[in-house]
């Protein structure tokens, strides 16, 4: 049933009311989500995934939505979270569906929404569209801003990272991209954790990544090689002021320095888009790899260091799904300077051949 904003908080009490009588259970309420889906076509994935996160933190959901249209128009429905199917509640569901200019109500909407004297996260399902302040009005009363830069070009690269920086003493910015990156950043952490590993470094030479593309790729690399290698060029201590860009069908290549990064288109079966298939670190002593086997989620780890005899190793990373990560970003409310560092260094790296946002042409009217 559709409701206009001003019924929802009267329905929301009915519903509560009913389950009272029902069930006797209380009602508890942690945190407001309000989910941000750019676009319709990921309205029920977005769904499915609070469905499951309100499982574990019982909370109050809300799901904006915006389409095309003539008249400017709000709508809601109004349901329950259950833990299963004819269980008890475990939070409640506001869907809003904005239709034409009435996108531009959604901030104040939801904000007079939200559970008051508790946390919000505002969470950004897709693409951030360019010259478009949407996204700046709806974190202005967040704790938590959660994003996912595996779904957005090379060039928002620059554009979380200045997100970054504007986070500061408001609200922490978590990106479910990154929190996918953490097996590779402790698989590359154990090839120095000896002295004998760190004693290469000052010879490094080049570093190679390869990566699943999305369909038609075209950037010279995919947002979350590029966010891993501004992590790498950040703990590395490499010089990014000038970076030396070489382009081909498939791959590209970037020199700081004396050391050579190239990133490699290679398809996987199994493996996302934007995921990565293999790191490669060469120095002048040593060899490191991580490779992604036949199965996607065994990957060999493997290092050739003088006085060091480690036997290569096969371990299974399991791929975590959109839920977990995003309780993983809940359970961690915190800036997290790495991750902020990490978009700056990657955003200044791949600038040459990402195209920048002031030289995009302003967005098209329309009716």
């Given at each position: 049933m559709k409701?206009?904003?001003?019924?929802?908080?009267?329905?929301?009490?009915?519903?509560?009311?009913?389950?009272?009588?029902?069930?006797?259970?209380?009602?508890?309420?942690?945190?407001?989500?309000?989910?941000l889906v750019s676009e319709p076509q990921l309205l029920e994935r977005a769904q499915k995934v609070l469905s499951e996160?309100?499982?574990?933190?019982?909370?109050?959901?809300?799901?904006?939505?915006?389409?095309?249209?003539?008249?400017?128009?709000?709508?809601?429905?109004?349901?329950?979270?259950?833990?299963?199917?004819?269980?008890?509640?475990?939070?409640d569901c506001i869907t809003l569906e904005a239709i034409g200019a009435a996108r531009e109500w959604l901030p104040g909407n939801a904000d007079r929404l939200a559970l008051s004297d508790l946390p919000v996260c505002i969470w950004w399902v897709g693409d951030l569209p360019d010259h478009d302040d949407l996204f700046d009005r709806m974190v202005?009363?967040?704790?938590?801003?959660?994003?996912?830069?595996?779904?957005?070009?090379?060039?928002?690269?620059?554009?979380?990272?200045s997100i970054a920086q504007r986070s500061h003493g408001r609200y922490a910015l978590a990106d479910l991209a990154w929190a996918r990156l953490?097996?590779?950043?402790d698989l590359v952490a154990r090839f120095f954790d000896d002295e004998q590993g760190r004693a290469c470094l000052p010879g490094l030479e080049r570093i190679d990544i390869?990566?699943?593309?999305?369909?038609?790729?075209?950037?010279?690399?995919?947002?979350?090689?590029?966010?891993?290698?501004?992590?790498?060029?950040?703990?590395?201590?490499?010089?990014?002021?000038?970076?030396?860009?070489?382009?081909?069908?498939?791959?590209?290549?970037?020199?700081?320095?004396s050391v050579v990064t190239r990133f490699?288109?290679?398809?996987?079966?199994?493996?996302?888009?934007?995921?990565?298939v293999r790191v490669g670190i060469q120095c002048k002593t040593g060899r490191f790899e991580i490779q992604r086997q036949e199965d996607p989620q065994a990957f060999r780890w493997?290092?050739?260091?003088?006085?060091?005899?480690?036997?290569?190793?096969?371990?299974?990373v399991l791929s975590l799904d959109e839920p977990t990560l995003l309780l993983r970003c809940l359970e961690r409310p915190k800036r997290d300077p790495?991750?902020?560092?990490?978009?700056?260094?990657?955003?200044?790296?791949?600038?040459?051949?990402?195209?920048?946002?002031?030289?995009?042409?302003p967005p098209v009217p329309t009716t």
């Open positions: 409701l206009s904003v001003d019924q929802v908080e009267r329905e929301v009490a009915r519903l509560w009311e009913v389950e009272a009588s029902k069930s006797g259970a209380a009602r508890v309420e942690l945190l407001t989500l309000v989910a996160v309100v499982k574990r933190v019982p909370s109050r959901t809300i799901v904006a939505v915006w389409r095309d249209g003539a008249e400017p128009a709000i709508t809601a429905d109004v349901t329950l979270h259950r833990l299963a199917e004819g269980g008890p509640a475990c939070g202005v009363n967040a704790d938590v801003v959660i994003v996912n830069s595996q779904e957005m070009d090379l060039r928002d690269l620059e554009k979380l990272s953490r097996w590779v950043q390869e990566f699943s593309p999305r369909d038609g790729e075209k950037d010279a690399t995919s947002t979350r090689s590029g966010l891993l290698f501004g992590w790498l060029a950040h703990v590395l201590n490499l010089p990014i002021d000038s970076p030396q860009w070489r382009r081909g069908d498939r791959w590209a290549e970037v020199t700081l320095g490699e288109q290679r398809p996987q079966k199994g493996v996302r888009p934007g995921g990565v493997s290092r050739e260091v003088p006085g060091a005899s480690t036997p290569p190793q096969v371990l299974r790495l991750l902020e560092m990490s978009l700056q260094v990657g955003s200044r790296i791949v600038r040459p051949v990402a195209p920048r946002l002031s030289s995009l042409p």
